[in-house]
T-cell receptor, first 114, second 110 residues
Framework: DSGVTQTPKHLITATGQRVTLRCSPRSGDLSVYWYQQSLDQGLQFLIQYYNGEERAKGNILERFSAQQFPDLHSELNLSSLELGDSALYFC?????????????FGPGTRLTVT | TQLLEQSPQFLSIQEGENLTVYCNSSSVFSSLQWYRQEPGEGPVLLVTVVTGGEVKKLKRLTFQFGDARKDSSLHITAAQPGDTGLYLCAGLNTGNQFYFGTGTSLTVIP
């Protein structure tokens, strides 16, 4: 158990809908990262937050947004969903997010768009 | 996108055999990590290598970072069924972001 929790574990929704994925980092970790894992694209970095502020952006679509709240939990919002958004979404956390930091991954949310 | 290519993509071996997985890029990374991921779970960090030429051993696993910090290898001695999983390398770039490799799916047959 990494100490990172994600909910829900599975999510099935229709095209055009909007969903919210939730992540709670390990106790004491200030950085949260979101990743998307699909069969054809592998594990892709989406976005990083540090202590409530956006720190880095990767391959995140404009239809996707995220935020980190004062209690350090984070939410990833996916809107106008398309079939291609079906994937595993992972959240990871680290203590600082700088230097040679170590990331701890949650169990993931499997999103299926039908 | 800074591409990290892993080879082989799939590997199926008998218990007790040795194997090596490679992670190659044209980009320089300040550090490189290896993860193992089991079905339905998140990746679990195995090791971080920081210095070019660095070698780290973790029981039967040996990790090496290339001298130019562009490539890495993972060698497993006497593989066991418990080693089965998806192995991912991840390079940390100067923008402080990790880029993950394409993955190597290992199956160790008892």
């Amino acid at each position: 158990d990494s100490g990172v929790t994600q909910t829900p574990k599975h999510l099935i929704t229709a095209t055009g809908q909007r969903v919210t994925l939730r992540c709670s980092p390990r106790s004491g970790d200030l950085s949260v990262y979101w990743y998307q894992q699909s069969l054809d694209q592998g594990l892709q970095f989406l976005i990083q937050y540090y202590n409530g502020e956006e720190r880095a952006k990767g391959n995140i679509l404009e239809r996707f947004s995220a935020q980190q709240f004062p209690d350090l939990h984070s939410e990833l919002n996916l809107s106008s969903l398309e079939l291609g958004d079906s994937a595993l979404y992972f959240c990871a956390s680290s203590a600082s997010g700088t230097g040679h930091y170590e990331q701890y991954f949650g169990p993931g949310t499997r999103l299926t768009v039908t | 996108t800074q591409l990290l290519e892993q080879s082989p993509q799939f590997l199926s071996i008998q218990e007790g055999e040795n194997l090596t997985v490679y992670c190659n890029s044209s980009s320089v990374f300040s550090s490189l990590q290896w993860y193992r991921q089991e079905p339905g779970e998140g990746p679990v960090l195995l090791v971080t290598v920081v210095t070019g030429g660095e070698v780290k051993k973790l029981k039967r696993l040996t990790f090496q970072f290339g001298d130019a910090r562009k490539d890495s290898s993972l060698h497993i001695t006497a593989a066991q069924p418990g080693d089965t999983g998806l192995y991912l390398c991840a390079g940390l770039n100067t923008g402080n972001q990790f880029y993950f490799g394409t993955g190597t799916s290992l199956t160790v047959i008892p």
